[in-house]
């Protein structure tokens, strides 16, 4: 229950924010994946918080090659959720690396921190050879400092490389 208002919630400040439909729902499937990525580890013996944001962070990096906190600062986040800053390509890679790393840990009956880390590192590598053969043929790189929402001023960018 406390998901599903969290997210009305959410949509409503991205209609608020201007963006358009398509981009709604890019953002609504990638919290969905989200979702039942976090269902699976509190079914499968993963409870604090430091460990979901250990876990996400492991996916991210092996995909993105940036932690998150890396990946906030390049876009110029301090205290803003960085799913809510991510272009479509970003929210799409992120959602191949969780969708993989859930699917991973089904297959591999991942229980607690360990085995679902190493099911996020495969996920993560999966997510990450898709992203460097995007970035290949489409001359383009998935991460960016730009924000997807229109108003956004950033307080400090990094240079990604």
Request: charged share 30%; no cysteine.
């Amino acid at each position: 229950m406390q998901k599903e208002m969290r997210n009305k919630l959410t949509r409503v400040l991205y209609e608020l924010n201007a963006l358009d439909k398509g981009q709604i729902r890019v953002k609504d499937m990638a919290q969905e994946t989200r979702n039942k990525l976090t269902d699976y580890w509190q079914a499968h013996g993963v409870t604090k918080s430091d460990d979901f944001a250990m876990l996400t962070n492991v996916i991210h990096q092996e995909w993105s090659d940036l932690s998150v906190a890396q990946h906030k600062k390049l876009k110029g986040l301090e205290h803003e959720n960085l799913r809510e800053h991510m272009s479509e390509a970003e929210l799409l890679f992120t959602a191949l690396a969780e969708l993989s790393t859930r699917q991973i840990a089904e297959k591999d009956q991942a229980e607690g921190v360990q085995e679902n880390k190493e099911a996020g590192r495969k996920g993560g590598k999966l997510a990450k050879q898709a992203r460097l053969q995007f970035e290949e043929a489409t001359g383009t790189k998935v991460v960016t400092s730009k924000s997807s929402l229109p108003d956004f001023t950033p307080k400090k960018q990094i240079k990604h490389t």
